[in-house]
């Protein structure tokens, strides 16, 4: 073939990353391996940021929590079979939270695959990515790509956002076409997540119903936080005076330093309420389905939500409000000239004076420095730093590190604060924060414990190969939920919770060219903390906390059966 009729050929590694770059794709997070280390390198060329990772879960994770921060899905680039497996598990974590991702796999032949015959890694990944995404695409022919990115991009955006699946057959990334036609081929998508305007009437309902509370509640939740409607949401609440409650992830939309966030009596709030507006947050399991002893039957709930089938999951919705977060608060906002809304004096000052007793009683644990360390004294630090650091996005993973971590370390700004999410689940730490440091170019402070830690931690030699801003912190108690466990056996072998407290996670991050500090006060933990954030290299603090302190399954002890002769 002459050089001449090459030039006016192209293939599908080239044709997809066309497509990618024509869709505004800045950054693919992945593993290479067959059948796409060629259109990794393809990509690098063509100016997408590749950042290559360690384990293709922890890459999942980077994509979907940059769609989270942007709005766009975050792409993850995987091989086949156990390679789309492992990144199977973030996609549906994905899924389930609400992030905007598209998983793409090669795969193998896909006639040996139907007959199976036992190729290498042979899969059907299409049909076993189903269940877990909003949509599974496979593209047999070249120029059939355009058509099948646009889809799975309008998919992960459009709607509740979501991870789509994305198969490309070994055969299609060599398949060969004319470069002119690839070209017409690809294109970019158009309005990919078009608003959804709510019903006039749900509208008026809902403020109707808002403006005979006495005792009126607002929370927020991750979906409210996604939609970047901050500015509406802020002048909502603050108009109206209602105090706010924010779910982990939408901390920050309102900082939580505002005189109007009742987190700090947050049972009686929810328990005493007689309306409550859900702002995109699900009643599920992290509000006790909107059950319990916690809530009152007589509450009356608003909703809203861009999913019609989230309305009456779990309990009656008096007023839904089914639309996109952006045109609902817009018409919320404009609706208070018709309607008065407004909290009691009464339901404000009843709030305020349990705040002021609850905060006095978490200073009283914070501001008590012991030798080891408990989890208070070490987040009391870490939050005193991060007060001048407000810019930092915050990781936060594990049992009572992420449950005193979210009740202790104050968030500023929306969309900062990432966490474990819908599923509750351990090893998005690194992914995270990777994904956050890549997508803002800002610090980030990762709060790990060290059972959490150990998911994802062979990912700090990517932090280091690509030099970001992310500093670790590892709250080593040598144990899962807590390190005193032993051996009801009685043999060598150790408790099914304990891990090594003399552990040196620090030495890990040191060995990869990393700064690394062991922390066992919390001014040493101030000191480094300090170091890492002030220099912009990975650093890894290993911070000894006491094995004794920690609550089992930490704030989910009553979803933890027990055997009988435990009880």
Same mark, same amino acid.
């Given at each position: 073939m002459s050089?001449?009729?090459?030039?006016?050929?192209?293939?599908?590694?080239? %044709?997809?990353?066309?497509?990618?770059?024509?869709?505004?794709?800045?950054?693919?997070?992945?593993? $290479?391996?067959?059948? %796409?280390?060629?259109?990794? @390198?393809?990509?690098?060329?063509?100016?997408? @940021?590749?950042?290559?990772? @360690?384990?293709?879960?922890?890459?999942?994770?980077?994509?979907?929590? /940059?769609?989270?921060?942007?709005?766009?899905?975050?792409?993850?680039?995987?091989?086949?079979?156990?390679?789309?497996?492992?990144?199977?598990?973030?996609?549906?974590?994905?899924?389930?939270?609400?992030?905007?991702?598209?998983?793409?796999?090669?795969? /193998?032949?896909?006639?040996? %695959?139907?007959?199976?015959?036992?190729?290498?890694?042979?899969?059907?990944?299409?049909?076993?990515?189903?269940?877990?995404?909003?949509?599974?695409? @496979?593209?047999?022919?070249?120029?059939? %790509?355009?058509?099948?990115?646009?889809?799975?991009?309008?998919?992960? $955006?459009? #709607?509740?956002?979501? #991870?789509?699946?994305?198969?490309?057959?070994?055969?299609?990334?060599?398949?060969?076409?004319?470069?002119?036609?690839?070209?017409?081929?690809?294109?970019?998508?158009?309005?990919p997540a078009p608003a959804q305007l709510p019903a006039p009437e749900s509208v008026e309902k809902a403020l109707q119903l808002l403006s005979t509370a006495k005792r009126p509640l607002v929370i927020l939740g991750k979906g409210a936080a996604y939609a970047q409607a901050d500015e509406d949401i802020q002048t909502f609440i603050e108009k109206t005076g209602i105090p706010f409650l924010p779910m982990s992830m939408a901390k920050g939309l309102l900082p939580d330093t505002h005189k109007q966030s009742a987190a700090a009596a947050r049972s009686h709030a929810i328990s005493h309420a007689d309306v409550i507006v859900l702002l995109g947050a699900r009643l599920n399991w992290l509000l006790g389905h909107g059950k319990g002893k916690n809530w009152s039957a007589d509450t009356q709930l608003i909703q809203v939500d861009i999913d019609a089938n989230e309305m009456d999951s779990n309990r009656h919705i008096t007023a839904p409000v089914v639309g996109d977060m952006n045109s609902v608060m817009a018409q919320f906002v404009s609706g208070l000239d018709k309607f008065t809304i407004h909290a009691s004096q009464a339901w404000t000052d009843e709030l305020d004076a349990i705040k002021v007793t609850n905060g006095a009683k978490m200073a009283a644990k914070l501001n008590k420095d012991v030798v080891p360390m408990n989890y208070f004294c070490a987040l009391r630090a870490i939050r005193d730093v991060l007060v001048d650091y407000k810019e930092a996005y915050v990781v936060n993973e594990g049992a009572n590190t992420l449950d005193n971590g979210r009740n202790i370390i104050d968030m500023y700004r929306p969309r900062q604060r990432l966490d474990c999410g819908t599923w509750g689940v351990m090893g998005i730490g690194m992914g995270y924060a990777i994904g956050a440091a890549a997508t803002s170019g800002k610090p980030v402070v990762a709060i790990e414990g060290d059972s959490a830690f150990g998911f994802s931690g062979m990912e700090i030699e990517t932090i280091c190969r690509y030099q970001l801003p992310v500093t670790i912190l590892v709250f080593n108690n040598g144990g899962v939920y807590r390190g005193d466990d032993i051996n009801r056996h009685g043999d060598s072998d150790p408790a099914p919770t304990y891990l090594m407290k003399e552990a040196r996670?620090?030495?890990?991050?040191?060995?990869?060219?990393?700064?690394?500090?062991?922390?066992?006060?919390?001014?040493?933990?101030?000191?480094?903390?300090?170091?890492?954030?002030?220099?912009?290299?990975?650093?890894?603090?290993?911070? $000894?906390?006491?094995?004794? $302190?920690?609550?089992? /399954?930490?704030?989910?002890?009553?979803?933890?059966?027990?055997?009988?002769?435990?009880?």
């Open positions: 050089d001449n009729n090459t030039q006016n050929l192209t293939d599908g590694m080239h %044709i997809i990353v066309d497509a990618l770059k024509k869709n505004d794709i800045k950054t693919i997070y992945g593993v $290479v391996g067959i059948p %796409i280390t060629d259109l990794a @390198r393809h990509a690098q060329a063509e100016g997408i @940021r590749y950042i290559g990772f @360690r384990h293709e879960q922890s890459a999942g994770n980077a994509a979907a929590i /940059s769609g989270y921060l942007t709005k766009k899905p975050g792409i993850c680039l995987t091989v086949s079979a156990p390679g789309f497996l492992n990144g199977l598990v973030a996609l549906a974590n994905a899924t389930t939270n609400g992030f905007p991702m598209i998983l793409i796999s090669g795969s /193998s032949d896909r006639e040996i %695959i139907d007959l199976q015959q036992g190729d290498y890694e042979e899969l059907d990944q299409m049909t076993a990515a189903k269940p877990y995404a909003k949509a599974s695409f @496979r593209v047999n022919k070249p120029e059939d %790509i355009g058509i099948a990115l646009a889809r799975a991009i309008r998919a992960s $955006v459009s #709607g509740r956002p979501g #991870g789509v699946y994305l198969d490309l057959t070994t055969e299609l990334l060599s398949s060969v076409m004319d470069k002119e036609a690839a070209d017409k081929s690809t294109f970019k998508v158009e309005n996670y620090d030495k890990m991050m040191e060995a990869f060219g990393g700064q690394g500090f062991n922390a066992t006060t919390s001014d040493e933990i101030k000191a480094a903390l300090l170091a890492g954030l002030q220099s912009g290299k990975p650093t890894l603090i290993n911070c $000894v906390i006491d094995p004794t $302190v920690g609550t089992e /399954s930490g704030h989910l002890t009553n979803l933890n059966p027990q055997s009988v002769d435990k009880k």
